[in-house]
């Protein structure tokens, strides 16, 4: 496929393509994504034997859907960001850092769930509010290079077909979404577990927890639909208006979700 200017659009068509013709970089963000997935399963398994609540600030929930969510989600960058206008250089420090970001913040999760202690929002011990601190690190190292990733994906790129270009653009603009309602949940359970209202803490973080998810995901399912169009027969410019419907109903869907998010946060 080529733009209009003669260059090439870079889109693989098969899966395989993406690992074979991938920087080596993005091969790296794949295995480490799929090895957090992996502990996920792992953790579900884990579950399984041992048993426990399933919902709740100390259960094996957290490290079975934070190895998922997080392995997925960089996979999901390192593929977006392979469409995305960056020097090789920049693109090397970003995916690494976060990929090293994702395998911490995975990691503290899990150690503190084999403790039997919560994660999140805890300060009853000195170690446990290290924990606490460093996963709030994570998340403000987790916002400055998706920022980085999501200003970088509005730039010129020629090279990327415009439904392409379309799709990155709103995924990420909503990844930004996701990223607010995430220092929204961290902020106020912080200050709700530093007045003393421990449980109150985890009460208003679940109340965000549906615009965070729909929001986060965007990156990956309006790309993937633009990458899935490039197996039809449909021209460019029907790609690019088949992108933008989606969007606009993925956009109207997310809102829903974000009102009545909102709502029970502000009244949790």
Known sequence: MRSAAGFPWRTPRAVPGFWTAGRPIERACYAVGALLMLGGLFHLLVFAVDGGPWTGPVSWRKPVTFGLSF???????????????????????????????????????????????????????????LVTRMLAAGGAILVITLVTLTVAAFRANPGTAPSMRLALRAGFAALMLALASGAAMIARGVAEAQSGHQQAAYQVAVA????????????????????????????????????????????????????????RFATG
């Open 208 to 263: 965000l927890k549906p615009a965070h998810f729909v929001t986060m995901h965007a990156v990956l399912v309006l790309p993937a639909l633009a990458w899935l169009l490039t197996f039809t027969r449909l021209g460019e410019a029907r790609r690019v208006r088949t992108v933008a419907l989606a969007t606009s109903a993925y956009a109207v869907v997310a809102a829903a979700v974000i009102a009545v998010s909102a709502v």
């Open 71 to 129: 392995g997925l989600t960089l996979i999901t960058i390192a593929w977006a960001g392979s469409f995305v206008a960056l020097g090789e250089r920049a693109r090397r420090i970003l995916l690494g850092v976060f990929a090293a970001d994702c395998v911490a913040e995975v990691a503290l999760i899990t150690v503190q769930a084999w403790r039997k202690v919560p994660s999140h929002f805890n300060m009853e011990t000195s170690f446990d509010t």
